[in-house]
């Protein structure tokens, strides 16, 4: 992976190959793409504007209440033949971080196209998409809200029905301390589906009411 500035520190680029066998592997195990003649890797790229500076890795901190720090990046992969040799996909990505004393805003969209490869003898390709945008804000020095909506697309651009998610927590950061205590609620719907049966497949039996408390420590 190589990864550094362009022409300003404000522009920043990340290259990677990667072999997906993990860091418990020495060797690439993968061969060499039937399609296009090329090493059977995950080829990645991310470019970044962040004109006021690095932008924090947070979503939100008690230590962060006067910055103003904002980031824009786009991004792109190709992992060739990604399922045992069956399919090619194809990502891209767009990213938007803004935090602005206390308040944070994130927002993401992303875009997979998957195509099999001629061995597979399979014509059909298929596209899915999904987005999501969060806000927080720090309501008292240690008292983060949060809201949270994603939408996403995980049968395909081709079958009617999406998925959508809004969410809504707090964060409570321990004063002079590295714990943060989060809470959350999320609720999963379903719309624009064909039948009963499509809604069932397309959530794979994820919760349609779910809560979670987690206690972090950061050090």
Known sequence: MFHGNIASPCFSYELGLFNGTGSSTNSATKTFSDDWGIP??????RLSWTPF?????TQGNSKFLDQDRLEV?????????????STNDTRAGFELSWLHNRLYVGAEAYLMHVSFTERQKISSTYNFWGAYLNVGYFVHPQWQVTARYDLYDRNGSTTDGILNSPA?????????????????????????????????????GLA????????????
């Not at 990046?73 to 040799?85: H, K, M, R, T």
């Not at 349609?208 to 050090?219: C, D, G, I």
């Open 73 to 85: 990046a786009v991004s792109g992969s190709i992992n060739v033949e990604s399922e045992n040799e």
């Open 40 to 45: 059977s890797l995950l080829y990645a790229a």
């Open 168 to 204: 809504a927590g707090f964060n409570f950061f321990v004063r002079n301390s590295g714990l943060k205590l989060s809470a959350m609620y999320q609720y999963i719907g379903r719309t624009g589906h064909e039948t009963q049966l499509d809604r069932d497949n397309d959530d794979l």
């Open 53 to 57: 500076g690095p932008m924090p890795r």
């Open 208 to 219: 349609m009411h779910s809560a979670r408390v987690q206690l972090q420590y950061t050090f």
